[in-house]
């Protein structure tokens, strides 16, 4: 399957450190296809050459460059510069179908299935669900598509400011032309679906295929202690994902990126995010995040509109854990 590829996209050094655990991750998952980082000039020369220990292909693509067509498209619309290295993914031509995933993913088990798909398949997205989500889709290289897309974000930019947008703004009929091009939400599972409709995560959770870090607060801004395999930050962070997806993503990022990164860097300081032992500790990995002060004194009202606003205490009151012991009491 040499000409088709798994693709994804890395503007800064973060961003690479997901782009390395969502390749190892394809790699522990025994994909048959190639593997394609597209990166943007701000990721420094040690983190692509880590990245090139994952990736089959490492390939700089970069707006501001003058003999690039985006460029022109660039000078037009500045806002949308993160958008347009995005859709430079269509012009990947020696692959005839290829599989785009946001470098905030996490694989958990073979999708080479994927494949199958014709462009553009993707999944609903949950704020909106006649809208796929960009963060996983198949599509078909094609320097004609590449152009007309650069075309649609010079003329009418982009409804919600990203790639998004104007993606659904080209594949408008995505929601009601061919059911087949609807992937299942196990091939895109975000925190929000998890929070706002826990029953289906508890029936069906348990499939998730591919999960998405959604949110501002991605896995690389939080710490990591080697010693006790716990995770900590950002207790108050409404897009916290189920807490085994963050310690999965950690556990890549600790045992196998990080040695990397070292070697790379050598002596160079670099911010990993792991505390590290004196040696390794065995056993289940737990989370722990700090919590603030109890709010056990909180009105049902004032919970209400916190829901609402965006702010539940997701680590607190509001944890998964909590709220799914209080939807067993009401099913059993």
Not at 54 to 72: I, K, M
Not at 177 to 186: Q, R, S
Not at 218 to 235: E, F, I, L, M, Q
Not at 245 to 257: A, E, G, Q
Request: proline share 5%; hydrophobic share 35%.
């Amino acid at each position: 399957m040499a000409d088709q590829a798994f693709v994804t996209l890395a503007t800064n050094d973060n961003y690479a450190k997901g782009a390395m655990v969502l390749g190892k991750s394809l790699r522990n998952h025994k994909t048959s296809r190639k593997l394609v980082a597209l990166i943007g000039p701000h990721v420094t020369e040690p983190a692509r050459e880590v990245l090139r220990k994952f990736y089959d292909e490492v390939r700089l693509v970069d707006v501001l460059d003058s003999g690039d067509t985006a460029h022109l498209a660039l000078m037009k619309r500045p806002d949308l510069g993160v958008t347009f290295t995005k859709l430079h993914c269509w012009t990947l031509t020696h692959y005839t179908k290829c599989v785009f995933m946001d470098a905030d993913t996490l694989v958990l088990s073979n999708v080479d299935e994927l494949f199958d798909r014709e462009e553009l398949s993707a999944a609903p997205d949950p704020g909106w669900p006649d809208c796929f989500n960009s963060g996983v889709f198949v599509f078909q290289p094609s320097n004609e598509t590449y152009e007309k897309l650069l075309q649609r974000c010079t003329d009418n930019g982009s409804f919600d400011g990203g790639d998004q947008g104007v993606l659904n703004s080209f594949f408008s009929n995505w929601a009601t032309a061919d059911i087949a091009k609807h992937l299942p939400f196990i091939y895109n599972l975000s925190s929000i679906a998890i929070y706002s409709y826990l029953p289906a995560f508890k029936q069906y959770g348990g499939d998730a295929k591919v999960v998405h870090f959604l949110g501002k607060v991605k896995p690389w801004n939080y710490s990591y202690d080697a010693k006790t395999r716990s995770v900590k930050g950002h207790s108050q962070d409404p897009s916290t994902l189920h807490p085994n997806y963050l310690l999965k993503w950690w556990d890549i990022y600790s045992s196998v990126v990080v040695p990397l990164m070292k070697a790379e860097y050598g002596s160079q300081a670099f911010f990993s995010g792991c505390d590290e032992p004196d040696e390794m500790h065995e056993g289940m990995s737990q989370i722990h995040v700090s919590t603030p002060p109890s709010h056990a004194d909180i009105s049902s009202e004032e919970r209400k509109q916190k829901w609402e606003q965006g702010q539940a205490d997701y680590m607190g009151m509001d944890s998964f854990d909590n709220i799914q012991r209080k939807l067993d009491s009401f099913l059993n």
